[in-house]
């Protein structure tokens, strides 16, 4: 257990429906990133949060996706308008707001299948 | 082209074996990490490292920063060490560029 945890950890939808995945990181941590990784491949960068504050979004971040991390604790990603190749393992991590780039902690991951 | 490269794909050893997993990038970079994947799993920092060497227990993670190049070592490989192994470079945590990973199987 790396202290960082997500959930759903399995979500199956019906194309064109909401979800929204939640990610609860550890608690001193002030940045929090959200990483989204398909079979056979390593994670791709989505989005990153310092604090409160949504810093940077990466153009794989359609208008369909959305995050927020109210009070700068828990953060929430939603994608609405669900579409197959939105499947994926949606992965958060965080760390301390260091500039010795501190190592990441990441969750288990949420596994999204869109029939 | 990737702008990290990890070879090999695919790697089978045997219990006790020294295994080395390579990266290459093309990217600036402030840091390299090495990081494990277990299948259905999470995934797990291993090392974070911008020079030099570090070593955990049976594993050392090298970098060399002048050909671009990091290397993980695994000594006296277990089963248990079976996952896939993920280097990923940048110039920030949240710039990081990640490789497609390198699958360990370690047969008893």
């Known amino acids: 257990d790396t202290g960082v945890s997500q959930d759903p950890r399995h979500k199956i939808t019906k194309r064109g429906q909401n979800v929204t995945f939640r990610c609860d990181p550890i608690s001193e941590h002030n940045r929090l990133y959200w990483y989204r990784q398909t079979l056979g491949q390593g994670p791709e960068f989505l989005t990153y949060?310092?604090?409160?504050?949504?810093?940077?979004k990466s153009r794989l971040l359609s208008d369909r996706f959305s995050a927020e991390r109210p009070k700068g604790s828990f953060s929430t990603l939603e994608i609405q308008r669900t579409e197959q190749g939105d499947s994926a393992m949606y992965l958060c991590a965080s760390s301390l707001d260091d500039t010795r780039n501190e190592k990441l902690f990441f969750g288990s991951g949420t596994q999204l299948s869109v029939l | 082209k990737n702008e990290v490269e990890q070879s090999p794909q695919n790697l089978t050893a045997q219990e006790g074996e020294f295994i080395t997993i390579n990266c290459s990038y093309s990217?600036?970079?402030?840091?390299l990490h090495w990081l494990q994947q277990h299948p259905g799993g999470g995934i797990v920092s291993l090392f974070m490292?911008?020079?030099g060497k570090k070593k955990h227990g049976r594993l050392i993670a090298t970098i060399n920063i002048q050909e671009k190049h990091s290397s993980l070592h695994i000594t006296a490989s277990h089963p248990r060490d079976s996952a896939v192994y993920i280097c990923?470079?940048?110039?920030?945590?949240?710039?990081?560029?990640f490789g497609k990973g390198t699958l360990l199987t370690v047969n008893p």
């Open positions: 949060f310092q604090n409160e504050a949504q810093l940077e």
């Open positions: 490292l911008s020079s």
């Open positions: 990923a470079a940048g110039g920030s945590n949240y710039k990081l560029t």
């Open positions: 990217v600036g970079i402030s840091a």
